[in-house]
């Protein structure tokens, strides 16, 4: 079955900065990688995803590329701001709409 | 759009008693999953049903976890006895996935979930 790895597991930054969370899955037929956002206490909420036939994709300061050659996908948040503090998790998607989670990331931007 | 529905919202229990989790999809959505979330981790499917089959249960704890999707709508999960382990959120989600298909068609959605703790 599908396995993913999600590093690094907390992330500290500076409100301003940029955060990159990166995942690795190991099974080459997924073909749907969704990030979600999940905070105390609440249901995981997607926020970007991509597919396999694409390498990058942008929603305003979120961004998200994948390398299928080498397996890894990573989420890229630009000019953080305190409310993007949370548990970020990565997905793959390789059967029959499963997803295979990573450990997740506590991502934590101090003002 | 009415969300997924998930009851009760918290559940304390002893060990060795049992419980059952409610779950109602999204409407028209075909597909239905429990996914087990420990504190500190990210959630681990259970089951996931196509209208009222089972398509994957691989990872459910058939010793004392059951499942079932009757008329192909709601859902429930039991544990039956618990154990002290069994402590986490258990989400439902929906899609409108169909046999062949990645998760990222229209509509996955999660719902909040029921935070059992078991003592």
């Known amino acids: 079955g599908e396995n993913v790895e999600q590093h690094p597991s907390t992330l500290s930054v500076q409100e301003g900065d940029s955060a990159v969370i990166k995942c690795t899955y190991s099974d080459s037929a997924s073909n749907y990688f969704p990030w979600y956002k999940q905070e105390l206490g609440k249901r995981p909420q997607l926020i970007i995803d991509i597919r396999s036939n694409v390498g990058e994709k942008k929603d305003q300061r979120i961004a998200v590329t994948l390398n299928k050659t080498a397996k890894h996908f990573s989420l890229h948040i630009t000019e953080t701001q305190p409310e993007d503090s949370a548990v970020y998790f990565c997905a793959a998607s390789y059967s029959w709409g499963k997803l295979q989670f990573g450990a997740g990331t506590q991502v934590v931007v101090t003002p | 759009e009415a969300g997924v529905a998930q009851s009760p919202r918290y559940k304390i229990i002893e060990k060795r008693q049992s419980v059952a989790f409610w779950c109602n999809p999204i409407s028209g959505h075909a597909t239905l999953y429990w996914y087990q979330q420990i504190l500190g981790q990210g959630p681990k499917l259970l089951i996931q049903?196509?209208?009222?089959?089972?398509?994957?249960d691989s990872q459910l704890p058939k010793d004392r976890f059951s499942a079932e999707r009757l008329k192909g709508v709601d859902s429930t999960l039991k544990i039956q006895p618990a154990k002290l382990e069994d402590s986490a959120v258990y989400l439902c989600?929906?899609?409108?996935?169909?046999?062949?298909?990645?998760?990222?068609?229209?509509?996955?959605?999660f719902g909040s979930g029921t935070r059992l703790t078991v003592v």
């Open positions: 989600a929906s899609s409108s996935v169909r046999g062949g298909q990645g998760a990222g068609q229209h509509g996955y959605t």
């Open positions: 049903f196509q209208n009222n089959g089972v398509v994957d």
